[in-house]
């Protein structure tokens, strides 16, 4: 006799399925209705169909494989056993529920169906046996409801309707006030809607009914929310969803009956305390109806003290279980308590840290665990930015949502112009800064404004990367709204803002809120500060940071920042008083003109260095040379060509004149990187100059100082060469003069495949590589990341693209660059220090990419530093996990 594939397992034994996780195999409500049964929590008994029996079965154009029905026959028999009661009997019915449950909890897979096995004879035998004939005739209009809404897709609002037009038949306000006789009439009322709307009767028997509901379930995963929500949330490798039957327990059959949800402890701020809420003589989805207001859970001491206790044992048994905090569902019948469902509750980032110092003091879990398993990357970055009071958003104007690009919360009154938003800034005003697109002429405002708005771009945009580079919450991309800057206005066809009027910018959601809204300022838990300091016992590899201001460098560092892995030079040129030196540079006619240009420029730049190295004593900065093509200096509209023209005492055919000699058809493949460096050495002369004076003037006053100087855009070699010579040349003639000792590295960005494939010869002549993942991706794609948002949305919804290049590190592809310029490189030089200075530096999953393929460090906004040391030390014990992971089940037989 041929083997018999097990699909349908009873809650209360572990089992194991070749190497399927229990999770993989029952899904997430499923495994942990078995442990919970194993460990002695009160469940109603059950069953689970496995998500093979799902995949199967969708694959088979839902004709069930063989056994299954034999399976699930023995799986109601089994419950039957158990519970006294017999599926459809006429003297003492069961009653079953059936619930979806995938292995990772997601909106979109179906409904609760409950009372399943009614019927018009079973509920005269509820009648019978309860002596209850309005909790029998409740149960039953429910059951119609939700199976005609849930698996018939007969719309709710029908049954709703009824039940409202009943109500006002009868005079009442809400359903409990409805008596038996008129239960018994929605019911026929709830029976002739299903039939109209479905053409057939309802469903007799209850075995046609499980089916029925079993393959709405399964169906349900392909249903197109579940699929939308597993592209956005990043779900991937799942089979599909299992399907849990289990024994109905009644909250509503009379005052000493109930039902509920709470959290072990508080989801927003952490205590140590039940919270939640219940409601007696209701049925579970009562309570997240709004029909009527439930009861905090601290009130169910005082109506039933012992139940309130059993809750209270049942909560701490299930907590030191699964070593988390647990959002539990549970039912009262006739004041016995039974546990529904478990799992772990979703919390604020503050709630998070609290809860996870917590336990470890509570000896609950470890700190390992703590760091590993309770804590996520978002929760930290929710800590570091303003918030939104949450009263503040009830009845809020949305005018439109674009890209969360930077996180936090921005209030401030609409301003169009750079400029005119660092004016108001320095009378004291709070501006949001609105624009089409930024660029780098717009960073002086960008700077001033609380927020930035854009209504093209996308999350690795110029406006984006800089927003998050200083912390300041950005909406980039918003298409709702149209900018008309002539009006001095932006509209969304129904509202419009003018400039000078509120509004307030969500960068955890990309919502643009018309109004003034109020904003809550980070603080620091000591809870926090404890967490952290386990993270950096943990963590492996270094954290840097992306600064080129000492004010970020000091943040940054405050953040536990041990370097800055990116000082992105040109956003130097921009500050008042410096532009149109550069630009002056730009319009040289000859090296003599340029260097007298570059002149002045110098004691800025020194300067710069001077604070930046003084903030970093004694961690190591890297310095990237110029890297943007020389246009990006110089104005484009008419006005400001003419403004600047007369600022530089020049005409304005002139300037007009070396702008259109500028222009490149393609200025990121253009005259940019080490290619301005080679073609006008002195500019890479000046910057070593201020770097190496800057660096010798705080080694003389004693500190401790540990320069880096960066190559950008290499593509072989020889270009690498050049620049080194003339960095080292420059240096040791300043050292040399100075009478001091300077220990200084030359290194180089890798941002081009070409320089990937070339690292061994490169990392000959280099002494660190730091690979800038946004270009790199930009040209292993050959996709711009600004035109890109035009079409990436289409990529992400036909799953041609998993996630956002831009955002995550694409490691098929662009990460093979990297691991292949890590390995080369370090075949010529084994001291090679490697890191990733690109936006990617502070996303987690491209951390824990970094961290595999052996780098020594990531990079990333000062903002995300905290958010970095957690993935990095989380990588460290996700590898260590993996290494001791082994089978914690064993087999069954139904």
């Not at 008129?182 to 209850?206: N, S």
């Not at 003339?726 to 590295?745: F, N, P």
């Amino acid at each position: 006799m041929a083997h018999q594939e097990h699909f349908v397992y009873r809650f209360g034994k572990l089992h194991t399925d070749g190497n399927k996780s229990m999770k993989q195999l029952l899904g997430g409500k499923g495994a942990n209705l078995a442990e919970m049964s194993s460990i002695g929590i009160p469940v109603p008994p059950g069953f689970t169909i496995s998500t093979e029996a799902c995949r199967q079965t969708i694959n088979n154009q839902m004709a069930w494989p063989d056994s299954l029905e034999e399976q699930v026959e023995a799986g109601i028999r089994h419950v039957e056993a158990e519970m006294g009661l017999k599926f459809g009997d006429e003297k003492d019915p069961l009653l079953i529920s059936v619930r979806s449950g995938a292995a990772v909890s997601m909106p979109g897979m179906m409904d609760t169906i409950l009372n399943l096995g009614i019927n018009d004879r079973v509920v005269e035998a509820l009648v019978q046996k309860t002596n209850n004939e309005r909790f029998a005739y409740d149960s039953y209009r429910r059951f119609i409801d939700m199976f005609g809404d849930v698996v018939m897709g007969v719309a709710h609002e029908y049954f709703e309707e009824a039940l409202d037009k009943l109500k006002k038949e009868a005079g009442v306000k809400n359903d409990i006030d409805l008596s038996a006789g008129q239960l018994k009439e929605l019911t026929d009322r709830y029976k002739a809607i299903y039939r109209k709307q479905t053409g057939h009767m309802f469903p007799d028997d209850p075995m046609e009914q499980l089916k029925f509901a079993i393959n709405a379930v399964f169906n349900s995963w392909n249903s197109a929310r579940a699929i939308k929500y597993r592209k956005i949330s990043n779900i991937h490798g799942l089979i599909g969803t299992a399907v849990n039957v289990q024994a109905m327990v009644f909250g509503n059959m009379g005052e000493n009956s109930g039902t509920g949800v709470c959290f072990t402890r508080n989801p927003a701020t952490g205590e140590q305390k039940l919270y939640g809420e219940f409601l007696l003589n209701a049925q579970g989805e009562d309570v997240v109806a709004g029909i009527r207001t439930p009861s905090p859970i601290s009130e169910l001491k005082d109506r039933n003290p012992s139940v309130y206790q059993e809750l209270l044992n049942y909560t701490h048994k299930l907590e030191s279980h699964y070593k988390n905090m647990q959002d539990i569902e549970f039912t009262i019948q006739e004041g016995i308590l039974y546990i529904l469902q478990t799992r772990n509750g979703k919390r604020t980032g503050a709630a998070a840290v609290k809860v996870a110092v917590d336990m470890v003091h509570e000896g609950i879990i470890s700190q390992i665990e703590a760091i590993r398993d309770l804590v996520e990357p978002g929760h930290i970055e929710q800590l570091l930015h303003p918030q939104f009071q949450e009263d503040s958003l009830k009845e809020s104007k949305i005018l439109g949502t674009g890209l969360p690009a930077s996180p936090g919360a921005a209030v401030g009154k609409v301003v169009f112009d750079s400029k005119l938003a660092e004016q108001e800034a320095e009378k004291g005003e709070q501006v949001i800064l609105v624009r089409i697109e930024t660029s780098p002429e717009d960073v002086g405002g960008m700077s001033s404004a609380k927020g930035i708005l854009t209504s093209r771009g996308g999350m690795t945009s110029h406006a984006a990367v800089v927003a998050r580079g200083w912390g300041k919450p950005c909406v980039a991309g918003c298409s709702d709204i149209i900018i008309n800057y002539k009006n001095k206005s932006f509209t969304n066809g129904e509202v419009t803002v003018k400039e000078g009027e509120w509004i307030s910018l969500n960068g955890n959601t990309g919502e643009v809120i018309l109004g003034k809204k109020e904003l809550t300022e980070p603080t620091f838990s000591n809870e926090y500060r404890v967490f952290m300091d386990w993270v950096g016992d943990v963590e492996v590899m270094s954290v840097r940071t992306n600064a080129e201001t000492p004010e970020d460098a000091a943040v940054a560092r405050s953040y536990g920042a041990q370097g800055i892995g990116l000082a992105r030079t040109e956003h130097m040129f921009f500050k008042p008083g410096r532009v149109n030196f550069m630009r002056k540079m730009i319009l040289a006619n000859n090296k003599e003109e340029r260097k007298a240009a570059l002149a002045n420029l110098l004691p800025f730049q020194k300067q710069d260095f001077l604070e930046i190295f003084d903030a970093m004593e004694g961690l190591p900065v890297t310095v990237r040379l110029l890297d943007p093509p020389l246009h990006e200096f110089l104005p484009q509209e008419k006005d400001e060509i003419k403004k600047v023209a007369d600022e530089l005492d020049v005409s304005f055919e002139k300037l007009q004149a070396k702008i259109n000699q500028l222009k490149e058809f393609n200025p990121m493949l253009g005259h940019r990187g080490c290619r301005l460096g080679i073609t006008y050495p002195e500019i890479t002369e000046m910057q070593t100059q201020a770097i190496i004076e800057a660096a010798l003037e705080l080694t003389k006053a004693g500190k401790t100082v540990l320069p880096e100087i960066m190559i950008p855009l290499v593509g072989s070699v020889e270009e690498f060469r050049n620049q080194r010579a003339v960095v080292d040349k420059t240096a040791k003639a300043i050292i040399e003069e100075s009478g001091q000792e300077l220990e200084y590295k030359v290194g180089t960005m890798i941002e081009i495949p070409r320089a990937a494939i070339m690292a061994d010869q490169i990392a000959e002549e280099a002494d660190f590589f730091s690979f800038g993942t946004n270009d790199l991706t930009q040209l292993t794609f050959g996709f711009s990341r600004d035109d890109a948002v035009k079409f990436l949305h289409t990529y992400l919804s036909n799953g041609i693209l998993k996630q956002d290049p831009f955002q995550v590190l694409d490691e098929e592809g662009v990460g093979q660059f990297v691991e292949a310029g890590t390995r080369l490189g370090r075949m010529t030089n084994p001291n090679l220090k490697i890191g990733i200075c690109g936006e990617h530096g502070g996303d987690p999953e491209s951390i824990d990419f970094a961290f595999r393929t052996g780098l020594d460090y990531v990079s990333c906004s000062p903002f995300r530093v905290p958010v970095a040391h957690l993935a990095s030390a989380q990588s460290v014990l996700r590898k260590d996990t993996e290494e001791s992971k082994a089978e914690e089940l064993t087999p069954f037989d139904l």
